[in-house]
């Protein structure tokens, strides 16, 4: 338990950026699943606009630290290698 007003207040911002971070990134997970079933779906239109989408939200998640830079950075290139092969299969 906080013994002061200030650890207090700290407590509930504390709470409060918890449960921002993890909807934030259960969404993101979720779009991440949207570009990977729409890869083994191989519908190339969909997996483009899937995959801008999510690299906006992680260009986003990134810059406010939710995750590191160097995850999101990894995530975009992975995504987009599986991009590029689909539009190499097609």
Known sequence: ???NKSTEKRLRQ???????NKAIKTSLRSNLRKVDIAVTDGDVESTESAFRNV???LDRVAS???IHPN???RLKS???S???ALKAGN
């Not at 504390?14 to 921002?20: E, V």
């Open 55 to 57: 690299a906006r939200q």
């Open 64 to 66: 406010k630290k939710i």
């Open 1 to 3: 338990m906080p013994n």
């Open 14 to 20: 504390n709470k409060k950026r918890r449960q921002r």
């Open 82 to 84: 599986k991009l590029k």
């Open 71 to 73: 995850k999101a950075a």
């Open 78 to 80: 992975r995504m987009s």
